[in-house]
Nanobody, 123 residues
Framework: VQLQASGGGLVQAGGSLRLSCRAS????????MGWFRQAPGKEREFVGS????????SYADSVKGRFTISSDNAKNTVYLQMNSLKPEDTAVYYC?????????????????WGQGTLVTVSS
């Protein structure tokens, strides 16, 4: 499975961005997709996840109500709509795919990772 994330960029605080993550390869085996982020000098943290079957979502408390994950299974693409962005949302955002879990908060639950896309929120 290969994951290609895109959509990052520079945005002012309060603005919006939509990230995309397209999966290719053995996508039929994917059970869930997740988004993580890593800010400079900090550890990678969970942002949210979505199950392939049923589209059940889960979010970190820090983004709940501002970020929305959706998927288009026909396009093998997952989206992260980010609204009301804050400077503390600045990070490299990674998408990940799992073959064995149904959306978890731990990075070890994911089997494949994309290359990351940088989101910078200016104050």
């Amino acid at each position: 499975v290969q994951l290609q994330a895109s959509g990052g960029g520079l945005v002012q605080a309060g603005g919006s961005l939509r990230l995309s993550c397209r999966a290719s390869g053995r996508t039929s085996s994917i059970t869930a997709m997740g988004w993580f982020r890593q800010a400079p000098g900090k550890e990678r943290e969970f942002v949210g996840s979505i199950t392939k079957s049923g589209g059940i979502t889960s979010y970190a408390d820090s983004v709940k109500g501002r970020f929305t994950i959706s998927s288009d299974n026909a396009k093998n693409t997952v989206y992260l709509q980010m609204n009301s962005l804050k400077p503390e949302d600045t990070a490299v955002y990674y998408c990940a795919a799992s073959w064995t879990s149904f959306g978890g908060r731990l990075s070890g639950m994911y089997d494949y990772w994309g290359q990351g896309t940088l989101v910078t929120v200016s104050s």
